[in-house]
């Protein structure tokens, strides 16, 4: 084998290699990760067969790159080969159908567990690639049985077996040596999601918050000691029917590949990318939870808000039907507002994830009071989230006339909202009347001040004290 050395790497079986063959993996929120390890290579100038068992069970063979970070070795894979046909019990009795292995079971002689070899013959494995396995069948002393007569005893594995998932590459090679490459590919198998809690006292509008990350690997391999990334954002992949997870760009990937170490959190091309600042094992089947932020006395105020009609809004069509929307429901929505900024104890690009709201009751002990979701919010923008269902503030939100001319091309729609605070102290709360039926319209008649938030949408902003009723009217005219 003077032109071609056959290797197996497994980094683990190196000695001293723990800190050089440290992994490195940048994990995105949507269900793939790009992995990059140290392949330590001894290669002879021309070509060479190289065995790489370190993939994981879930990686895109096409998306592999290989190389030498120093630049010294110019390196051409020919030829890859992936299999992921690791060996299992019901594997090997495949490949011995037909023949006659040994059993070994315990049987009790004298009192004493006794092991006792049995030959048995194997007539079906039960092996089923890609599906549920079946009963084997194994021959002994000339009668079939279904099920295994004792623990299977194999010969030799072979050389067409493999004990994990295998790239087997047909490496081009400038010059010999001995070096270490990277090898890097995407691959399926790998979440990551943020989770928040937020904790308020019993009154006031400061609130701590503290964020999690979450990771889980299903990617049927252990990373020990893992430089771990987490991007965040939506990066475009494309989605094979049929296939659980897309292709990255491969120049999209190279530069994953050479992104320079981060600090906990920073903008990274379109995205934003967080660093666990400590290289952490993150083990196949395994969930793993570390705070990444902890703010304290961020300003974060309740506000009520009213949406008598949130099921109706304007959907680009004249509506002249009387009865859509006529009435509403009576739930006050029960939210809080916080701005993500540096003079609000905040400041960093949150992913999206869920945040639960915790409150303090007057012995000091935590409650669970509701849960929302935020999306990916950047630096100074306002989040908004609710918390559930005010108990003690109720609206009314009924339809008082309705008047319409398709002569003239106009319509006339009145509305009344009650709102009623049976809490011990005021509260302001915000109605939402969405103008559902055209989009030219025109408020003719208010008994409150409003603000026009968006084409269709306008607020009023009432306050209402302790055991107080409000009403608001308004009159709204549509022409086309």
Known sequence: MNKSAVLLFAAVALPGAVAVAQPALTIYNQNFAV??????????????????????????????????????HSLQILEQNYRNDPVTQELLLSLFEGKTIDFERMRLKDNTQTPEIIPGKIIRSGYVPGGNPEQPIIEVNGKLQFSLPGQPLFPDLGDDTVLKPTLNWLLQSDKPGKFDAEVGYITGGF?????????????????????????????????????????????NRIQPQGVPY????KMAMMESL?????VTEKAFDEFHLYSIARPTTLRDRETKQVEFVHAEHVVAPTIYVYDGAPNYRFYGGLNYDQGYGAQGNKKVRVMREFVNSDTNHLGIALPAGKLRFYRRDADGQLEFVGE???DHTPRNETIRVTTGNAFDLVGERKQTSFHVDTGDKWMDESFEIKLRNRKKEPVEIRVVEPLYRWN????????????????????????VKPDEERVVTYTVHYSW
């Open 35 to 72: 992995v990059r390890d140290i392949v330590p290579l001894d290669l002879n100038s021309g070509v060479n067969e190289v065995r790489y068992p370190g993939a994981t069970a879930q990686v895109e063979p096409d998306s592999v790159i290989l190389r030498d970070p120093t630049g010294k």
């Open 246 to 249: 897309g292709r990255m760009p």
């Open 191 to 235: 979440t990551w999601e943020a989770d928040y809690n937020l904790v308020s006292p019993e009154k006031g509008d400061l609130v701590d918050l503290i964020g999690w990350v979450t990771v889980n690997n299903q990617s049927g391999k252990t990373f020990h000691d893992a430089k771990i990334k987490l991007m965040a954002g939506d990066v």
């Open 258 to 262: 050479a992104a320079a170490p981060a």
């Open 440 to 463: 030219n319209w025109e408020i003719t008649q208010k008994s409150d001040d409003f603000t026009k938030k968006d084409s269709q949408t306008i607020e009023f902003r009432v306050p």
């Open 372 to 374: 929302d979701r935020i």
